[in-house]
């Protein structure tokens, strides 16, 4: 993928997202995922995980990923503001279900999965602490990026200890659900069309479980980091849940990822 650089990407005004380089960032690769399925154009602006990324942050008052930014319009750094962004672009397909109890099992389910304290911020907690745990790099220059995640995400030892469990019970859930749809007989999370929800959720998988290097080729200390080892965690994942994720990727997204 073909990344601008701040200087760049602030001279346009047609659609910048905001991504994490070289690295399949979960968040990331469901923001790129749901502008996919709305086939809707944008220019990746290059960020740097764990870096200080102060010419972004003095350009739209951000340093993470991912961030839309589209004309004029204030940037939009959370995942709902992106979801409802993307529906409000291109209104079909559309990822919001229409009915209020669909749209809150959908909102609700996404927020277990990648809002604060959800899935992915357990699983980063989780790796934040593996590579803590280092000497070489708790205790040295090597580790400032590490660092410097952990205190935006809230990182601590009491803190790591909590997310396998709450991972767990997470995928536990969702696994329930998918289960209950594929009884009625839904391929989807909700109802019976794709949602956001599914997209999310496809992106997510990678946390626990990585897609094969052939339409993910990353870096393996990263692969290592992604596959999840903690026993509690492991016995979570159950095998409809990465089933439900490749149907999604071969059936609605794009492989191989390009990040």
């Not at 209104?91 to 609700?108: C, K, N, V, Y």
């Not at 949602?195 to 496809?202: K, P, T």
């Not at 393996?220 to 026993?231: G, I, M, N, S």
């Amino acid at each position: 993928m073909k990344y601008l650089d701040v200087e760049e990407a602030r001279s346009r005004s047609d659609l910048r997202l905001v991504l994490s380089a070289g690295v399949p960032g979960p968040w990331g690769e469901a923001a790129k995922g749901l502008f996919h399925v709305k086939r809707i154009p944008y220019v990746a602006v290059a960020q740097e995980g764990g870096g200080e990324n102060a010419a972004l942050r003095e350009w739209i008052g951000h340093d993470n990923a991912p961030i839309v930014v589209y004309g004029d319009e204030p940037p939009r750094a959370i995942w709902t503001e992106i979801v409802f962004f993307a529906e409000r672009l291109v209104s079909e397909p559309a990822l919001i279900p229409a009915d209020p109890a669909g749209r809150a099992s959908m909102f609700g389910l996404c927020h277990e999965i990648c809002g604060e304290n959800g899935l992915g911020w357990s699983r980063r907690l989780m790796m934040l602490h593996e590579v803590l745990q280092i000497p070489a790099v708790a205790d040295s220059p090597a580790g400032d990026g590490v660092r410097r995640l952990g205190e935006k995400y809230g990182y601590s030892h009491e803190a790591a200890e909590s997310a396998p469990l709450h991972a767990a019970e997470i995928l536990t859930l969702l696994a329930s659900r998918l289960r209950d749809q594929r009884d009625r007989g839904s391929r989807f999370f909700v109802g019976d069309a794709l949602s956001a929800l599914d997209v999310y959720w496809a992106a997510f998988g990678a946390v626990v479980r990585p897609l094969p290097a052939a339409v993910c080729p990353m870096p393996e200390f990263l692969r290592a980091q992604y596959d999840v080892k903690d026993a509690r965690v492991s016995r979570a994942v159950d095998p409809m849940l990465l089933e439900h994720r490749d149907f999604i990727y071969r059936e609605f997204l794009q492989l191989p990822l390009d990040f």
